[in-house]
């Protein structure tokens, strides 16, 4: 079992910055590769960013120049770094982990993860 706890959501002016932490426990951290998720309210879960076991990153074009991902093997923690924050970022944010995928992978199914935090609301105000 793979345990995933969220955490740095909060409300937040268009244009600010947050970082989401992920800490993870049950397996060793470096098998893993994880990944961000969000769902807005009336809305589709949608793929975020992910970074493979390798460190490899994946990034939906939506947030591509503003969020980075990265992870920190030694803390068991995968970050989300959000800068340039808009309104349409409102969402529940959702780590996920699995330890079946290719070293270099970054899957943007959420299908395809296993393992899923329980969600950290961002609000960004316009």
């Known amino acids: 079992q793979v345990h995933l706890v969220e955490s740095g959501g909060g409300l937040v002016q268009a244009g600010g910055s947050l970082r989401l932490s992920c800490a993870a426990s049950g397996r060793t951290f470096s098998s893993y590769a994880m990944g961000w998720f969000r769902q807005a309210p009336e809305k589709e879960r949608e793929f975020v960013a992910a970074i493979a076991r390798g460190g490899i990153t994946n990034y939906a074009d939506s947030v591509k120049g503003r969020f980075t991902i990265s992870r920190d093997n030694a803390k068991n923690t995968v970050y989300l770094q959000m800068n340039s924050l808009k309104p349409e970022d409102t969402a529940v944010y959702y780590c996920?982990?699995?330890?079946?995928?290719?070293?270099?992978?970054?899957?943007?199914?959420?299908?395809?993860?296993?393992?899923w935090g329980q969600g950290t609301q961002v609000t960004v105000s316009s």
């Open positions: 996920a982990a699995d330890v079946t995928f290719d070293i270099w992978a970054t899957p943007a199914a959420g299908s395809l993860y296993a393992y």
